[in-house]
Structure formats: structure tokens, C-alpha cells
């Protein structure tokens, strides 16, 4: 098993700028993928936002490259995202998720608003 405890999020104006942090603990495999899903009302699929991987690399949605930008701390444990430029589109349920070979984990999910 492995936790995941999100947090970060809230309301923000357009242009404005978010945080989100995920920190994983437990049965936790080297070779993995971190990073962050949304998913609006009405919408069934989780929209892959950002993710990173076990030993470099990233991967973004294109709809946020430029403006989102994912890292890791030093020990791998912990993914960041921060948003900038936020705009109402972005608004969503963000949820952090871990996957690797043992499967496939997600956070709660927290809520990311942009709105004047």
C-alpha cells in the first residue's frame, strides 16, 4: 500500500499563482510515476496534468506547458506542482497518484479554483 497526502489548492484569480504538494509514504517502489490528474464535474476520465519519473524525465499536458511546472525532493518521496497563470479552465479536482509496478495509488483530491 502506499498513502498519499495531498495538499496545497484553493481559489485564485486568473493570472494567479497555486502550489500543490503530494508526499508518499509506505510500500513505495523505486521505478515510479509521480505526479497530478484533474478532473472537472461532468467528466468521468481523470486528465493527466503533469507527471514525473523515477530517474528523470516529465511529462505535461499540453494545455499547461509553460505555465505548470512538476519537481521532486532529493529522496523521490515528495512531487510538487506549481501553477502559474492560472486561468477558470484550470479549475479542477486535482489528484495526486503514484504508479508503479505493485499499481496504481491516488490521493484525495483537492480542489483547485480559478475565478474572479
Known amino acids: 500500500q502506499v498513502q498519499l497526502v495531498e495538499s496545497g489548492g484553493g481559489l485564485v484569480q486568473p493570472g494567479g499563482s497555486l502550489s500543490l504538494s503530494c508526499a508518499a509514504s509506505?510500500?513505495?517502489?523505486?521505478?515510479?510515476?509521480m505526479g497530478w490528474y484533474r478532473q472537472v464535474p461532468g467528466v468521468l476520465e481523470r486528465e493527466l496534468v503533469a507527471v514525473s519519473i523515477s530517474g528523470g524525465g516529465t511529462k505535461y499536458a499540453d494545455s499547461v506547458k509553460g505555465r505548470f511546472t512538476i519537481s521532486r525532493d532529493n529522496a523521490g518521496n515528495t512531487v510538487y506542482l506549481q501553477m502559474n497563470s492560472l486561468e477558470p479552465e484550470d479549475t479542477a479536482v486535482y489528484y495526486c497518484t503514484h504508479k508503479s509496478g505493485r499499481g496504481d495509488y491516488w490521493g484525495q483530491g483537492t480542489q483547485v479554483t480559478v475565478s474572479s
Open positions: 509506505g510500500s513505495i517502489f523505486s521505478v515510479n510515476i
